[in-house]
């Protein structure tokens, strides 16, 4: 069973910035792709960052050019630097790591975590 502890969410003002970071268990994180969700209230979970092994990264056409994801294999942690926040980024975030089939990204593992809560609000 995997784990993953997060870190750098948080209340932020409209336009603000936060870094996110997230830690995972297991050997294997050098050769998985790693993903963001996150899930709004009321709503279902979304993927909204992609970084692969090669650190590709894709994003959401939602946050293209406002978040940024990036890894350190030697901690195996992945981040998540947002700019330019707007209130519906408002969720709590997690990140697991990646399967690909079926033409699209898929959680590789069931477990979650308590993922992190951003807040996006004046």
């Known amino acids: 069973q995997v784990q993953f502890v997060y870190s750098g969410g948080g209340l932020v003002q409209p336009g603000g910035s936060l870094r996110l970071s997230c830690a995972a268990s297991?050997?294997?994180?050098?050769?998985?792709?790693m993903g963001w969700y996150r899930q709004a209230p009321g709503q279902q979970r979304e993927l909204v960052a992609v970084?692969?092994?090669?650190?590709?990264?894709i994003y959401a056409d939602s946050v293209k050019g406002r978040f940024f994801i990036s890894r350190d294999n030697a901690k195996n942690t992945v981040y998540l630097q947002m700019n330019s926040l707007k209130p519906e980024d408002t969720a709590v975030y997690y990140c697991?790591?990646?399967?690909?089939?079926?033409?699209?990204?898929?959680?590789?593992?069931?477990?979650w975590g308590q993922g992190t809560q951003v807040t996006v609000s004046s």
């Open positions: 970084i692969t092994t090669g650190r590709d990264t």
């Open positions: 297991g050997s294997a994180f050098s050769i998985y792709a």
């Open positions: 697991n790591y990646l399967d690909y089939y079926t033409n699209t990204y898929h959680p590789a593992f069931g477990s």
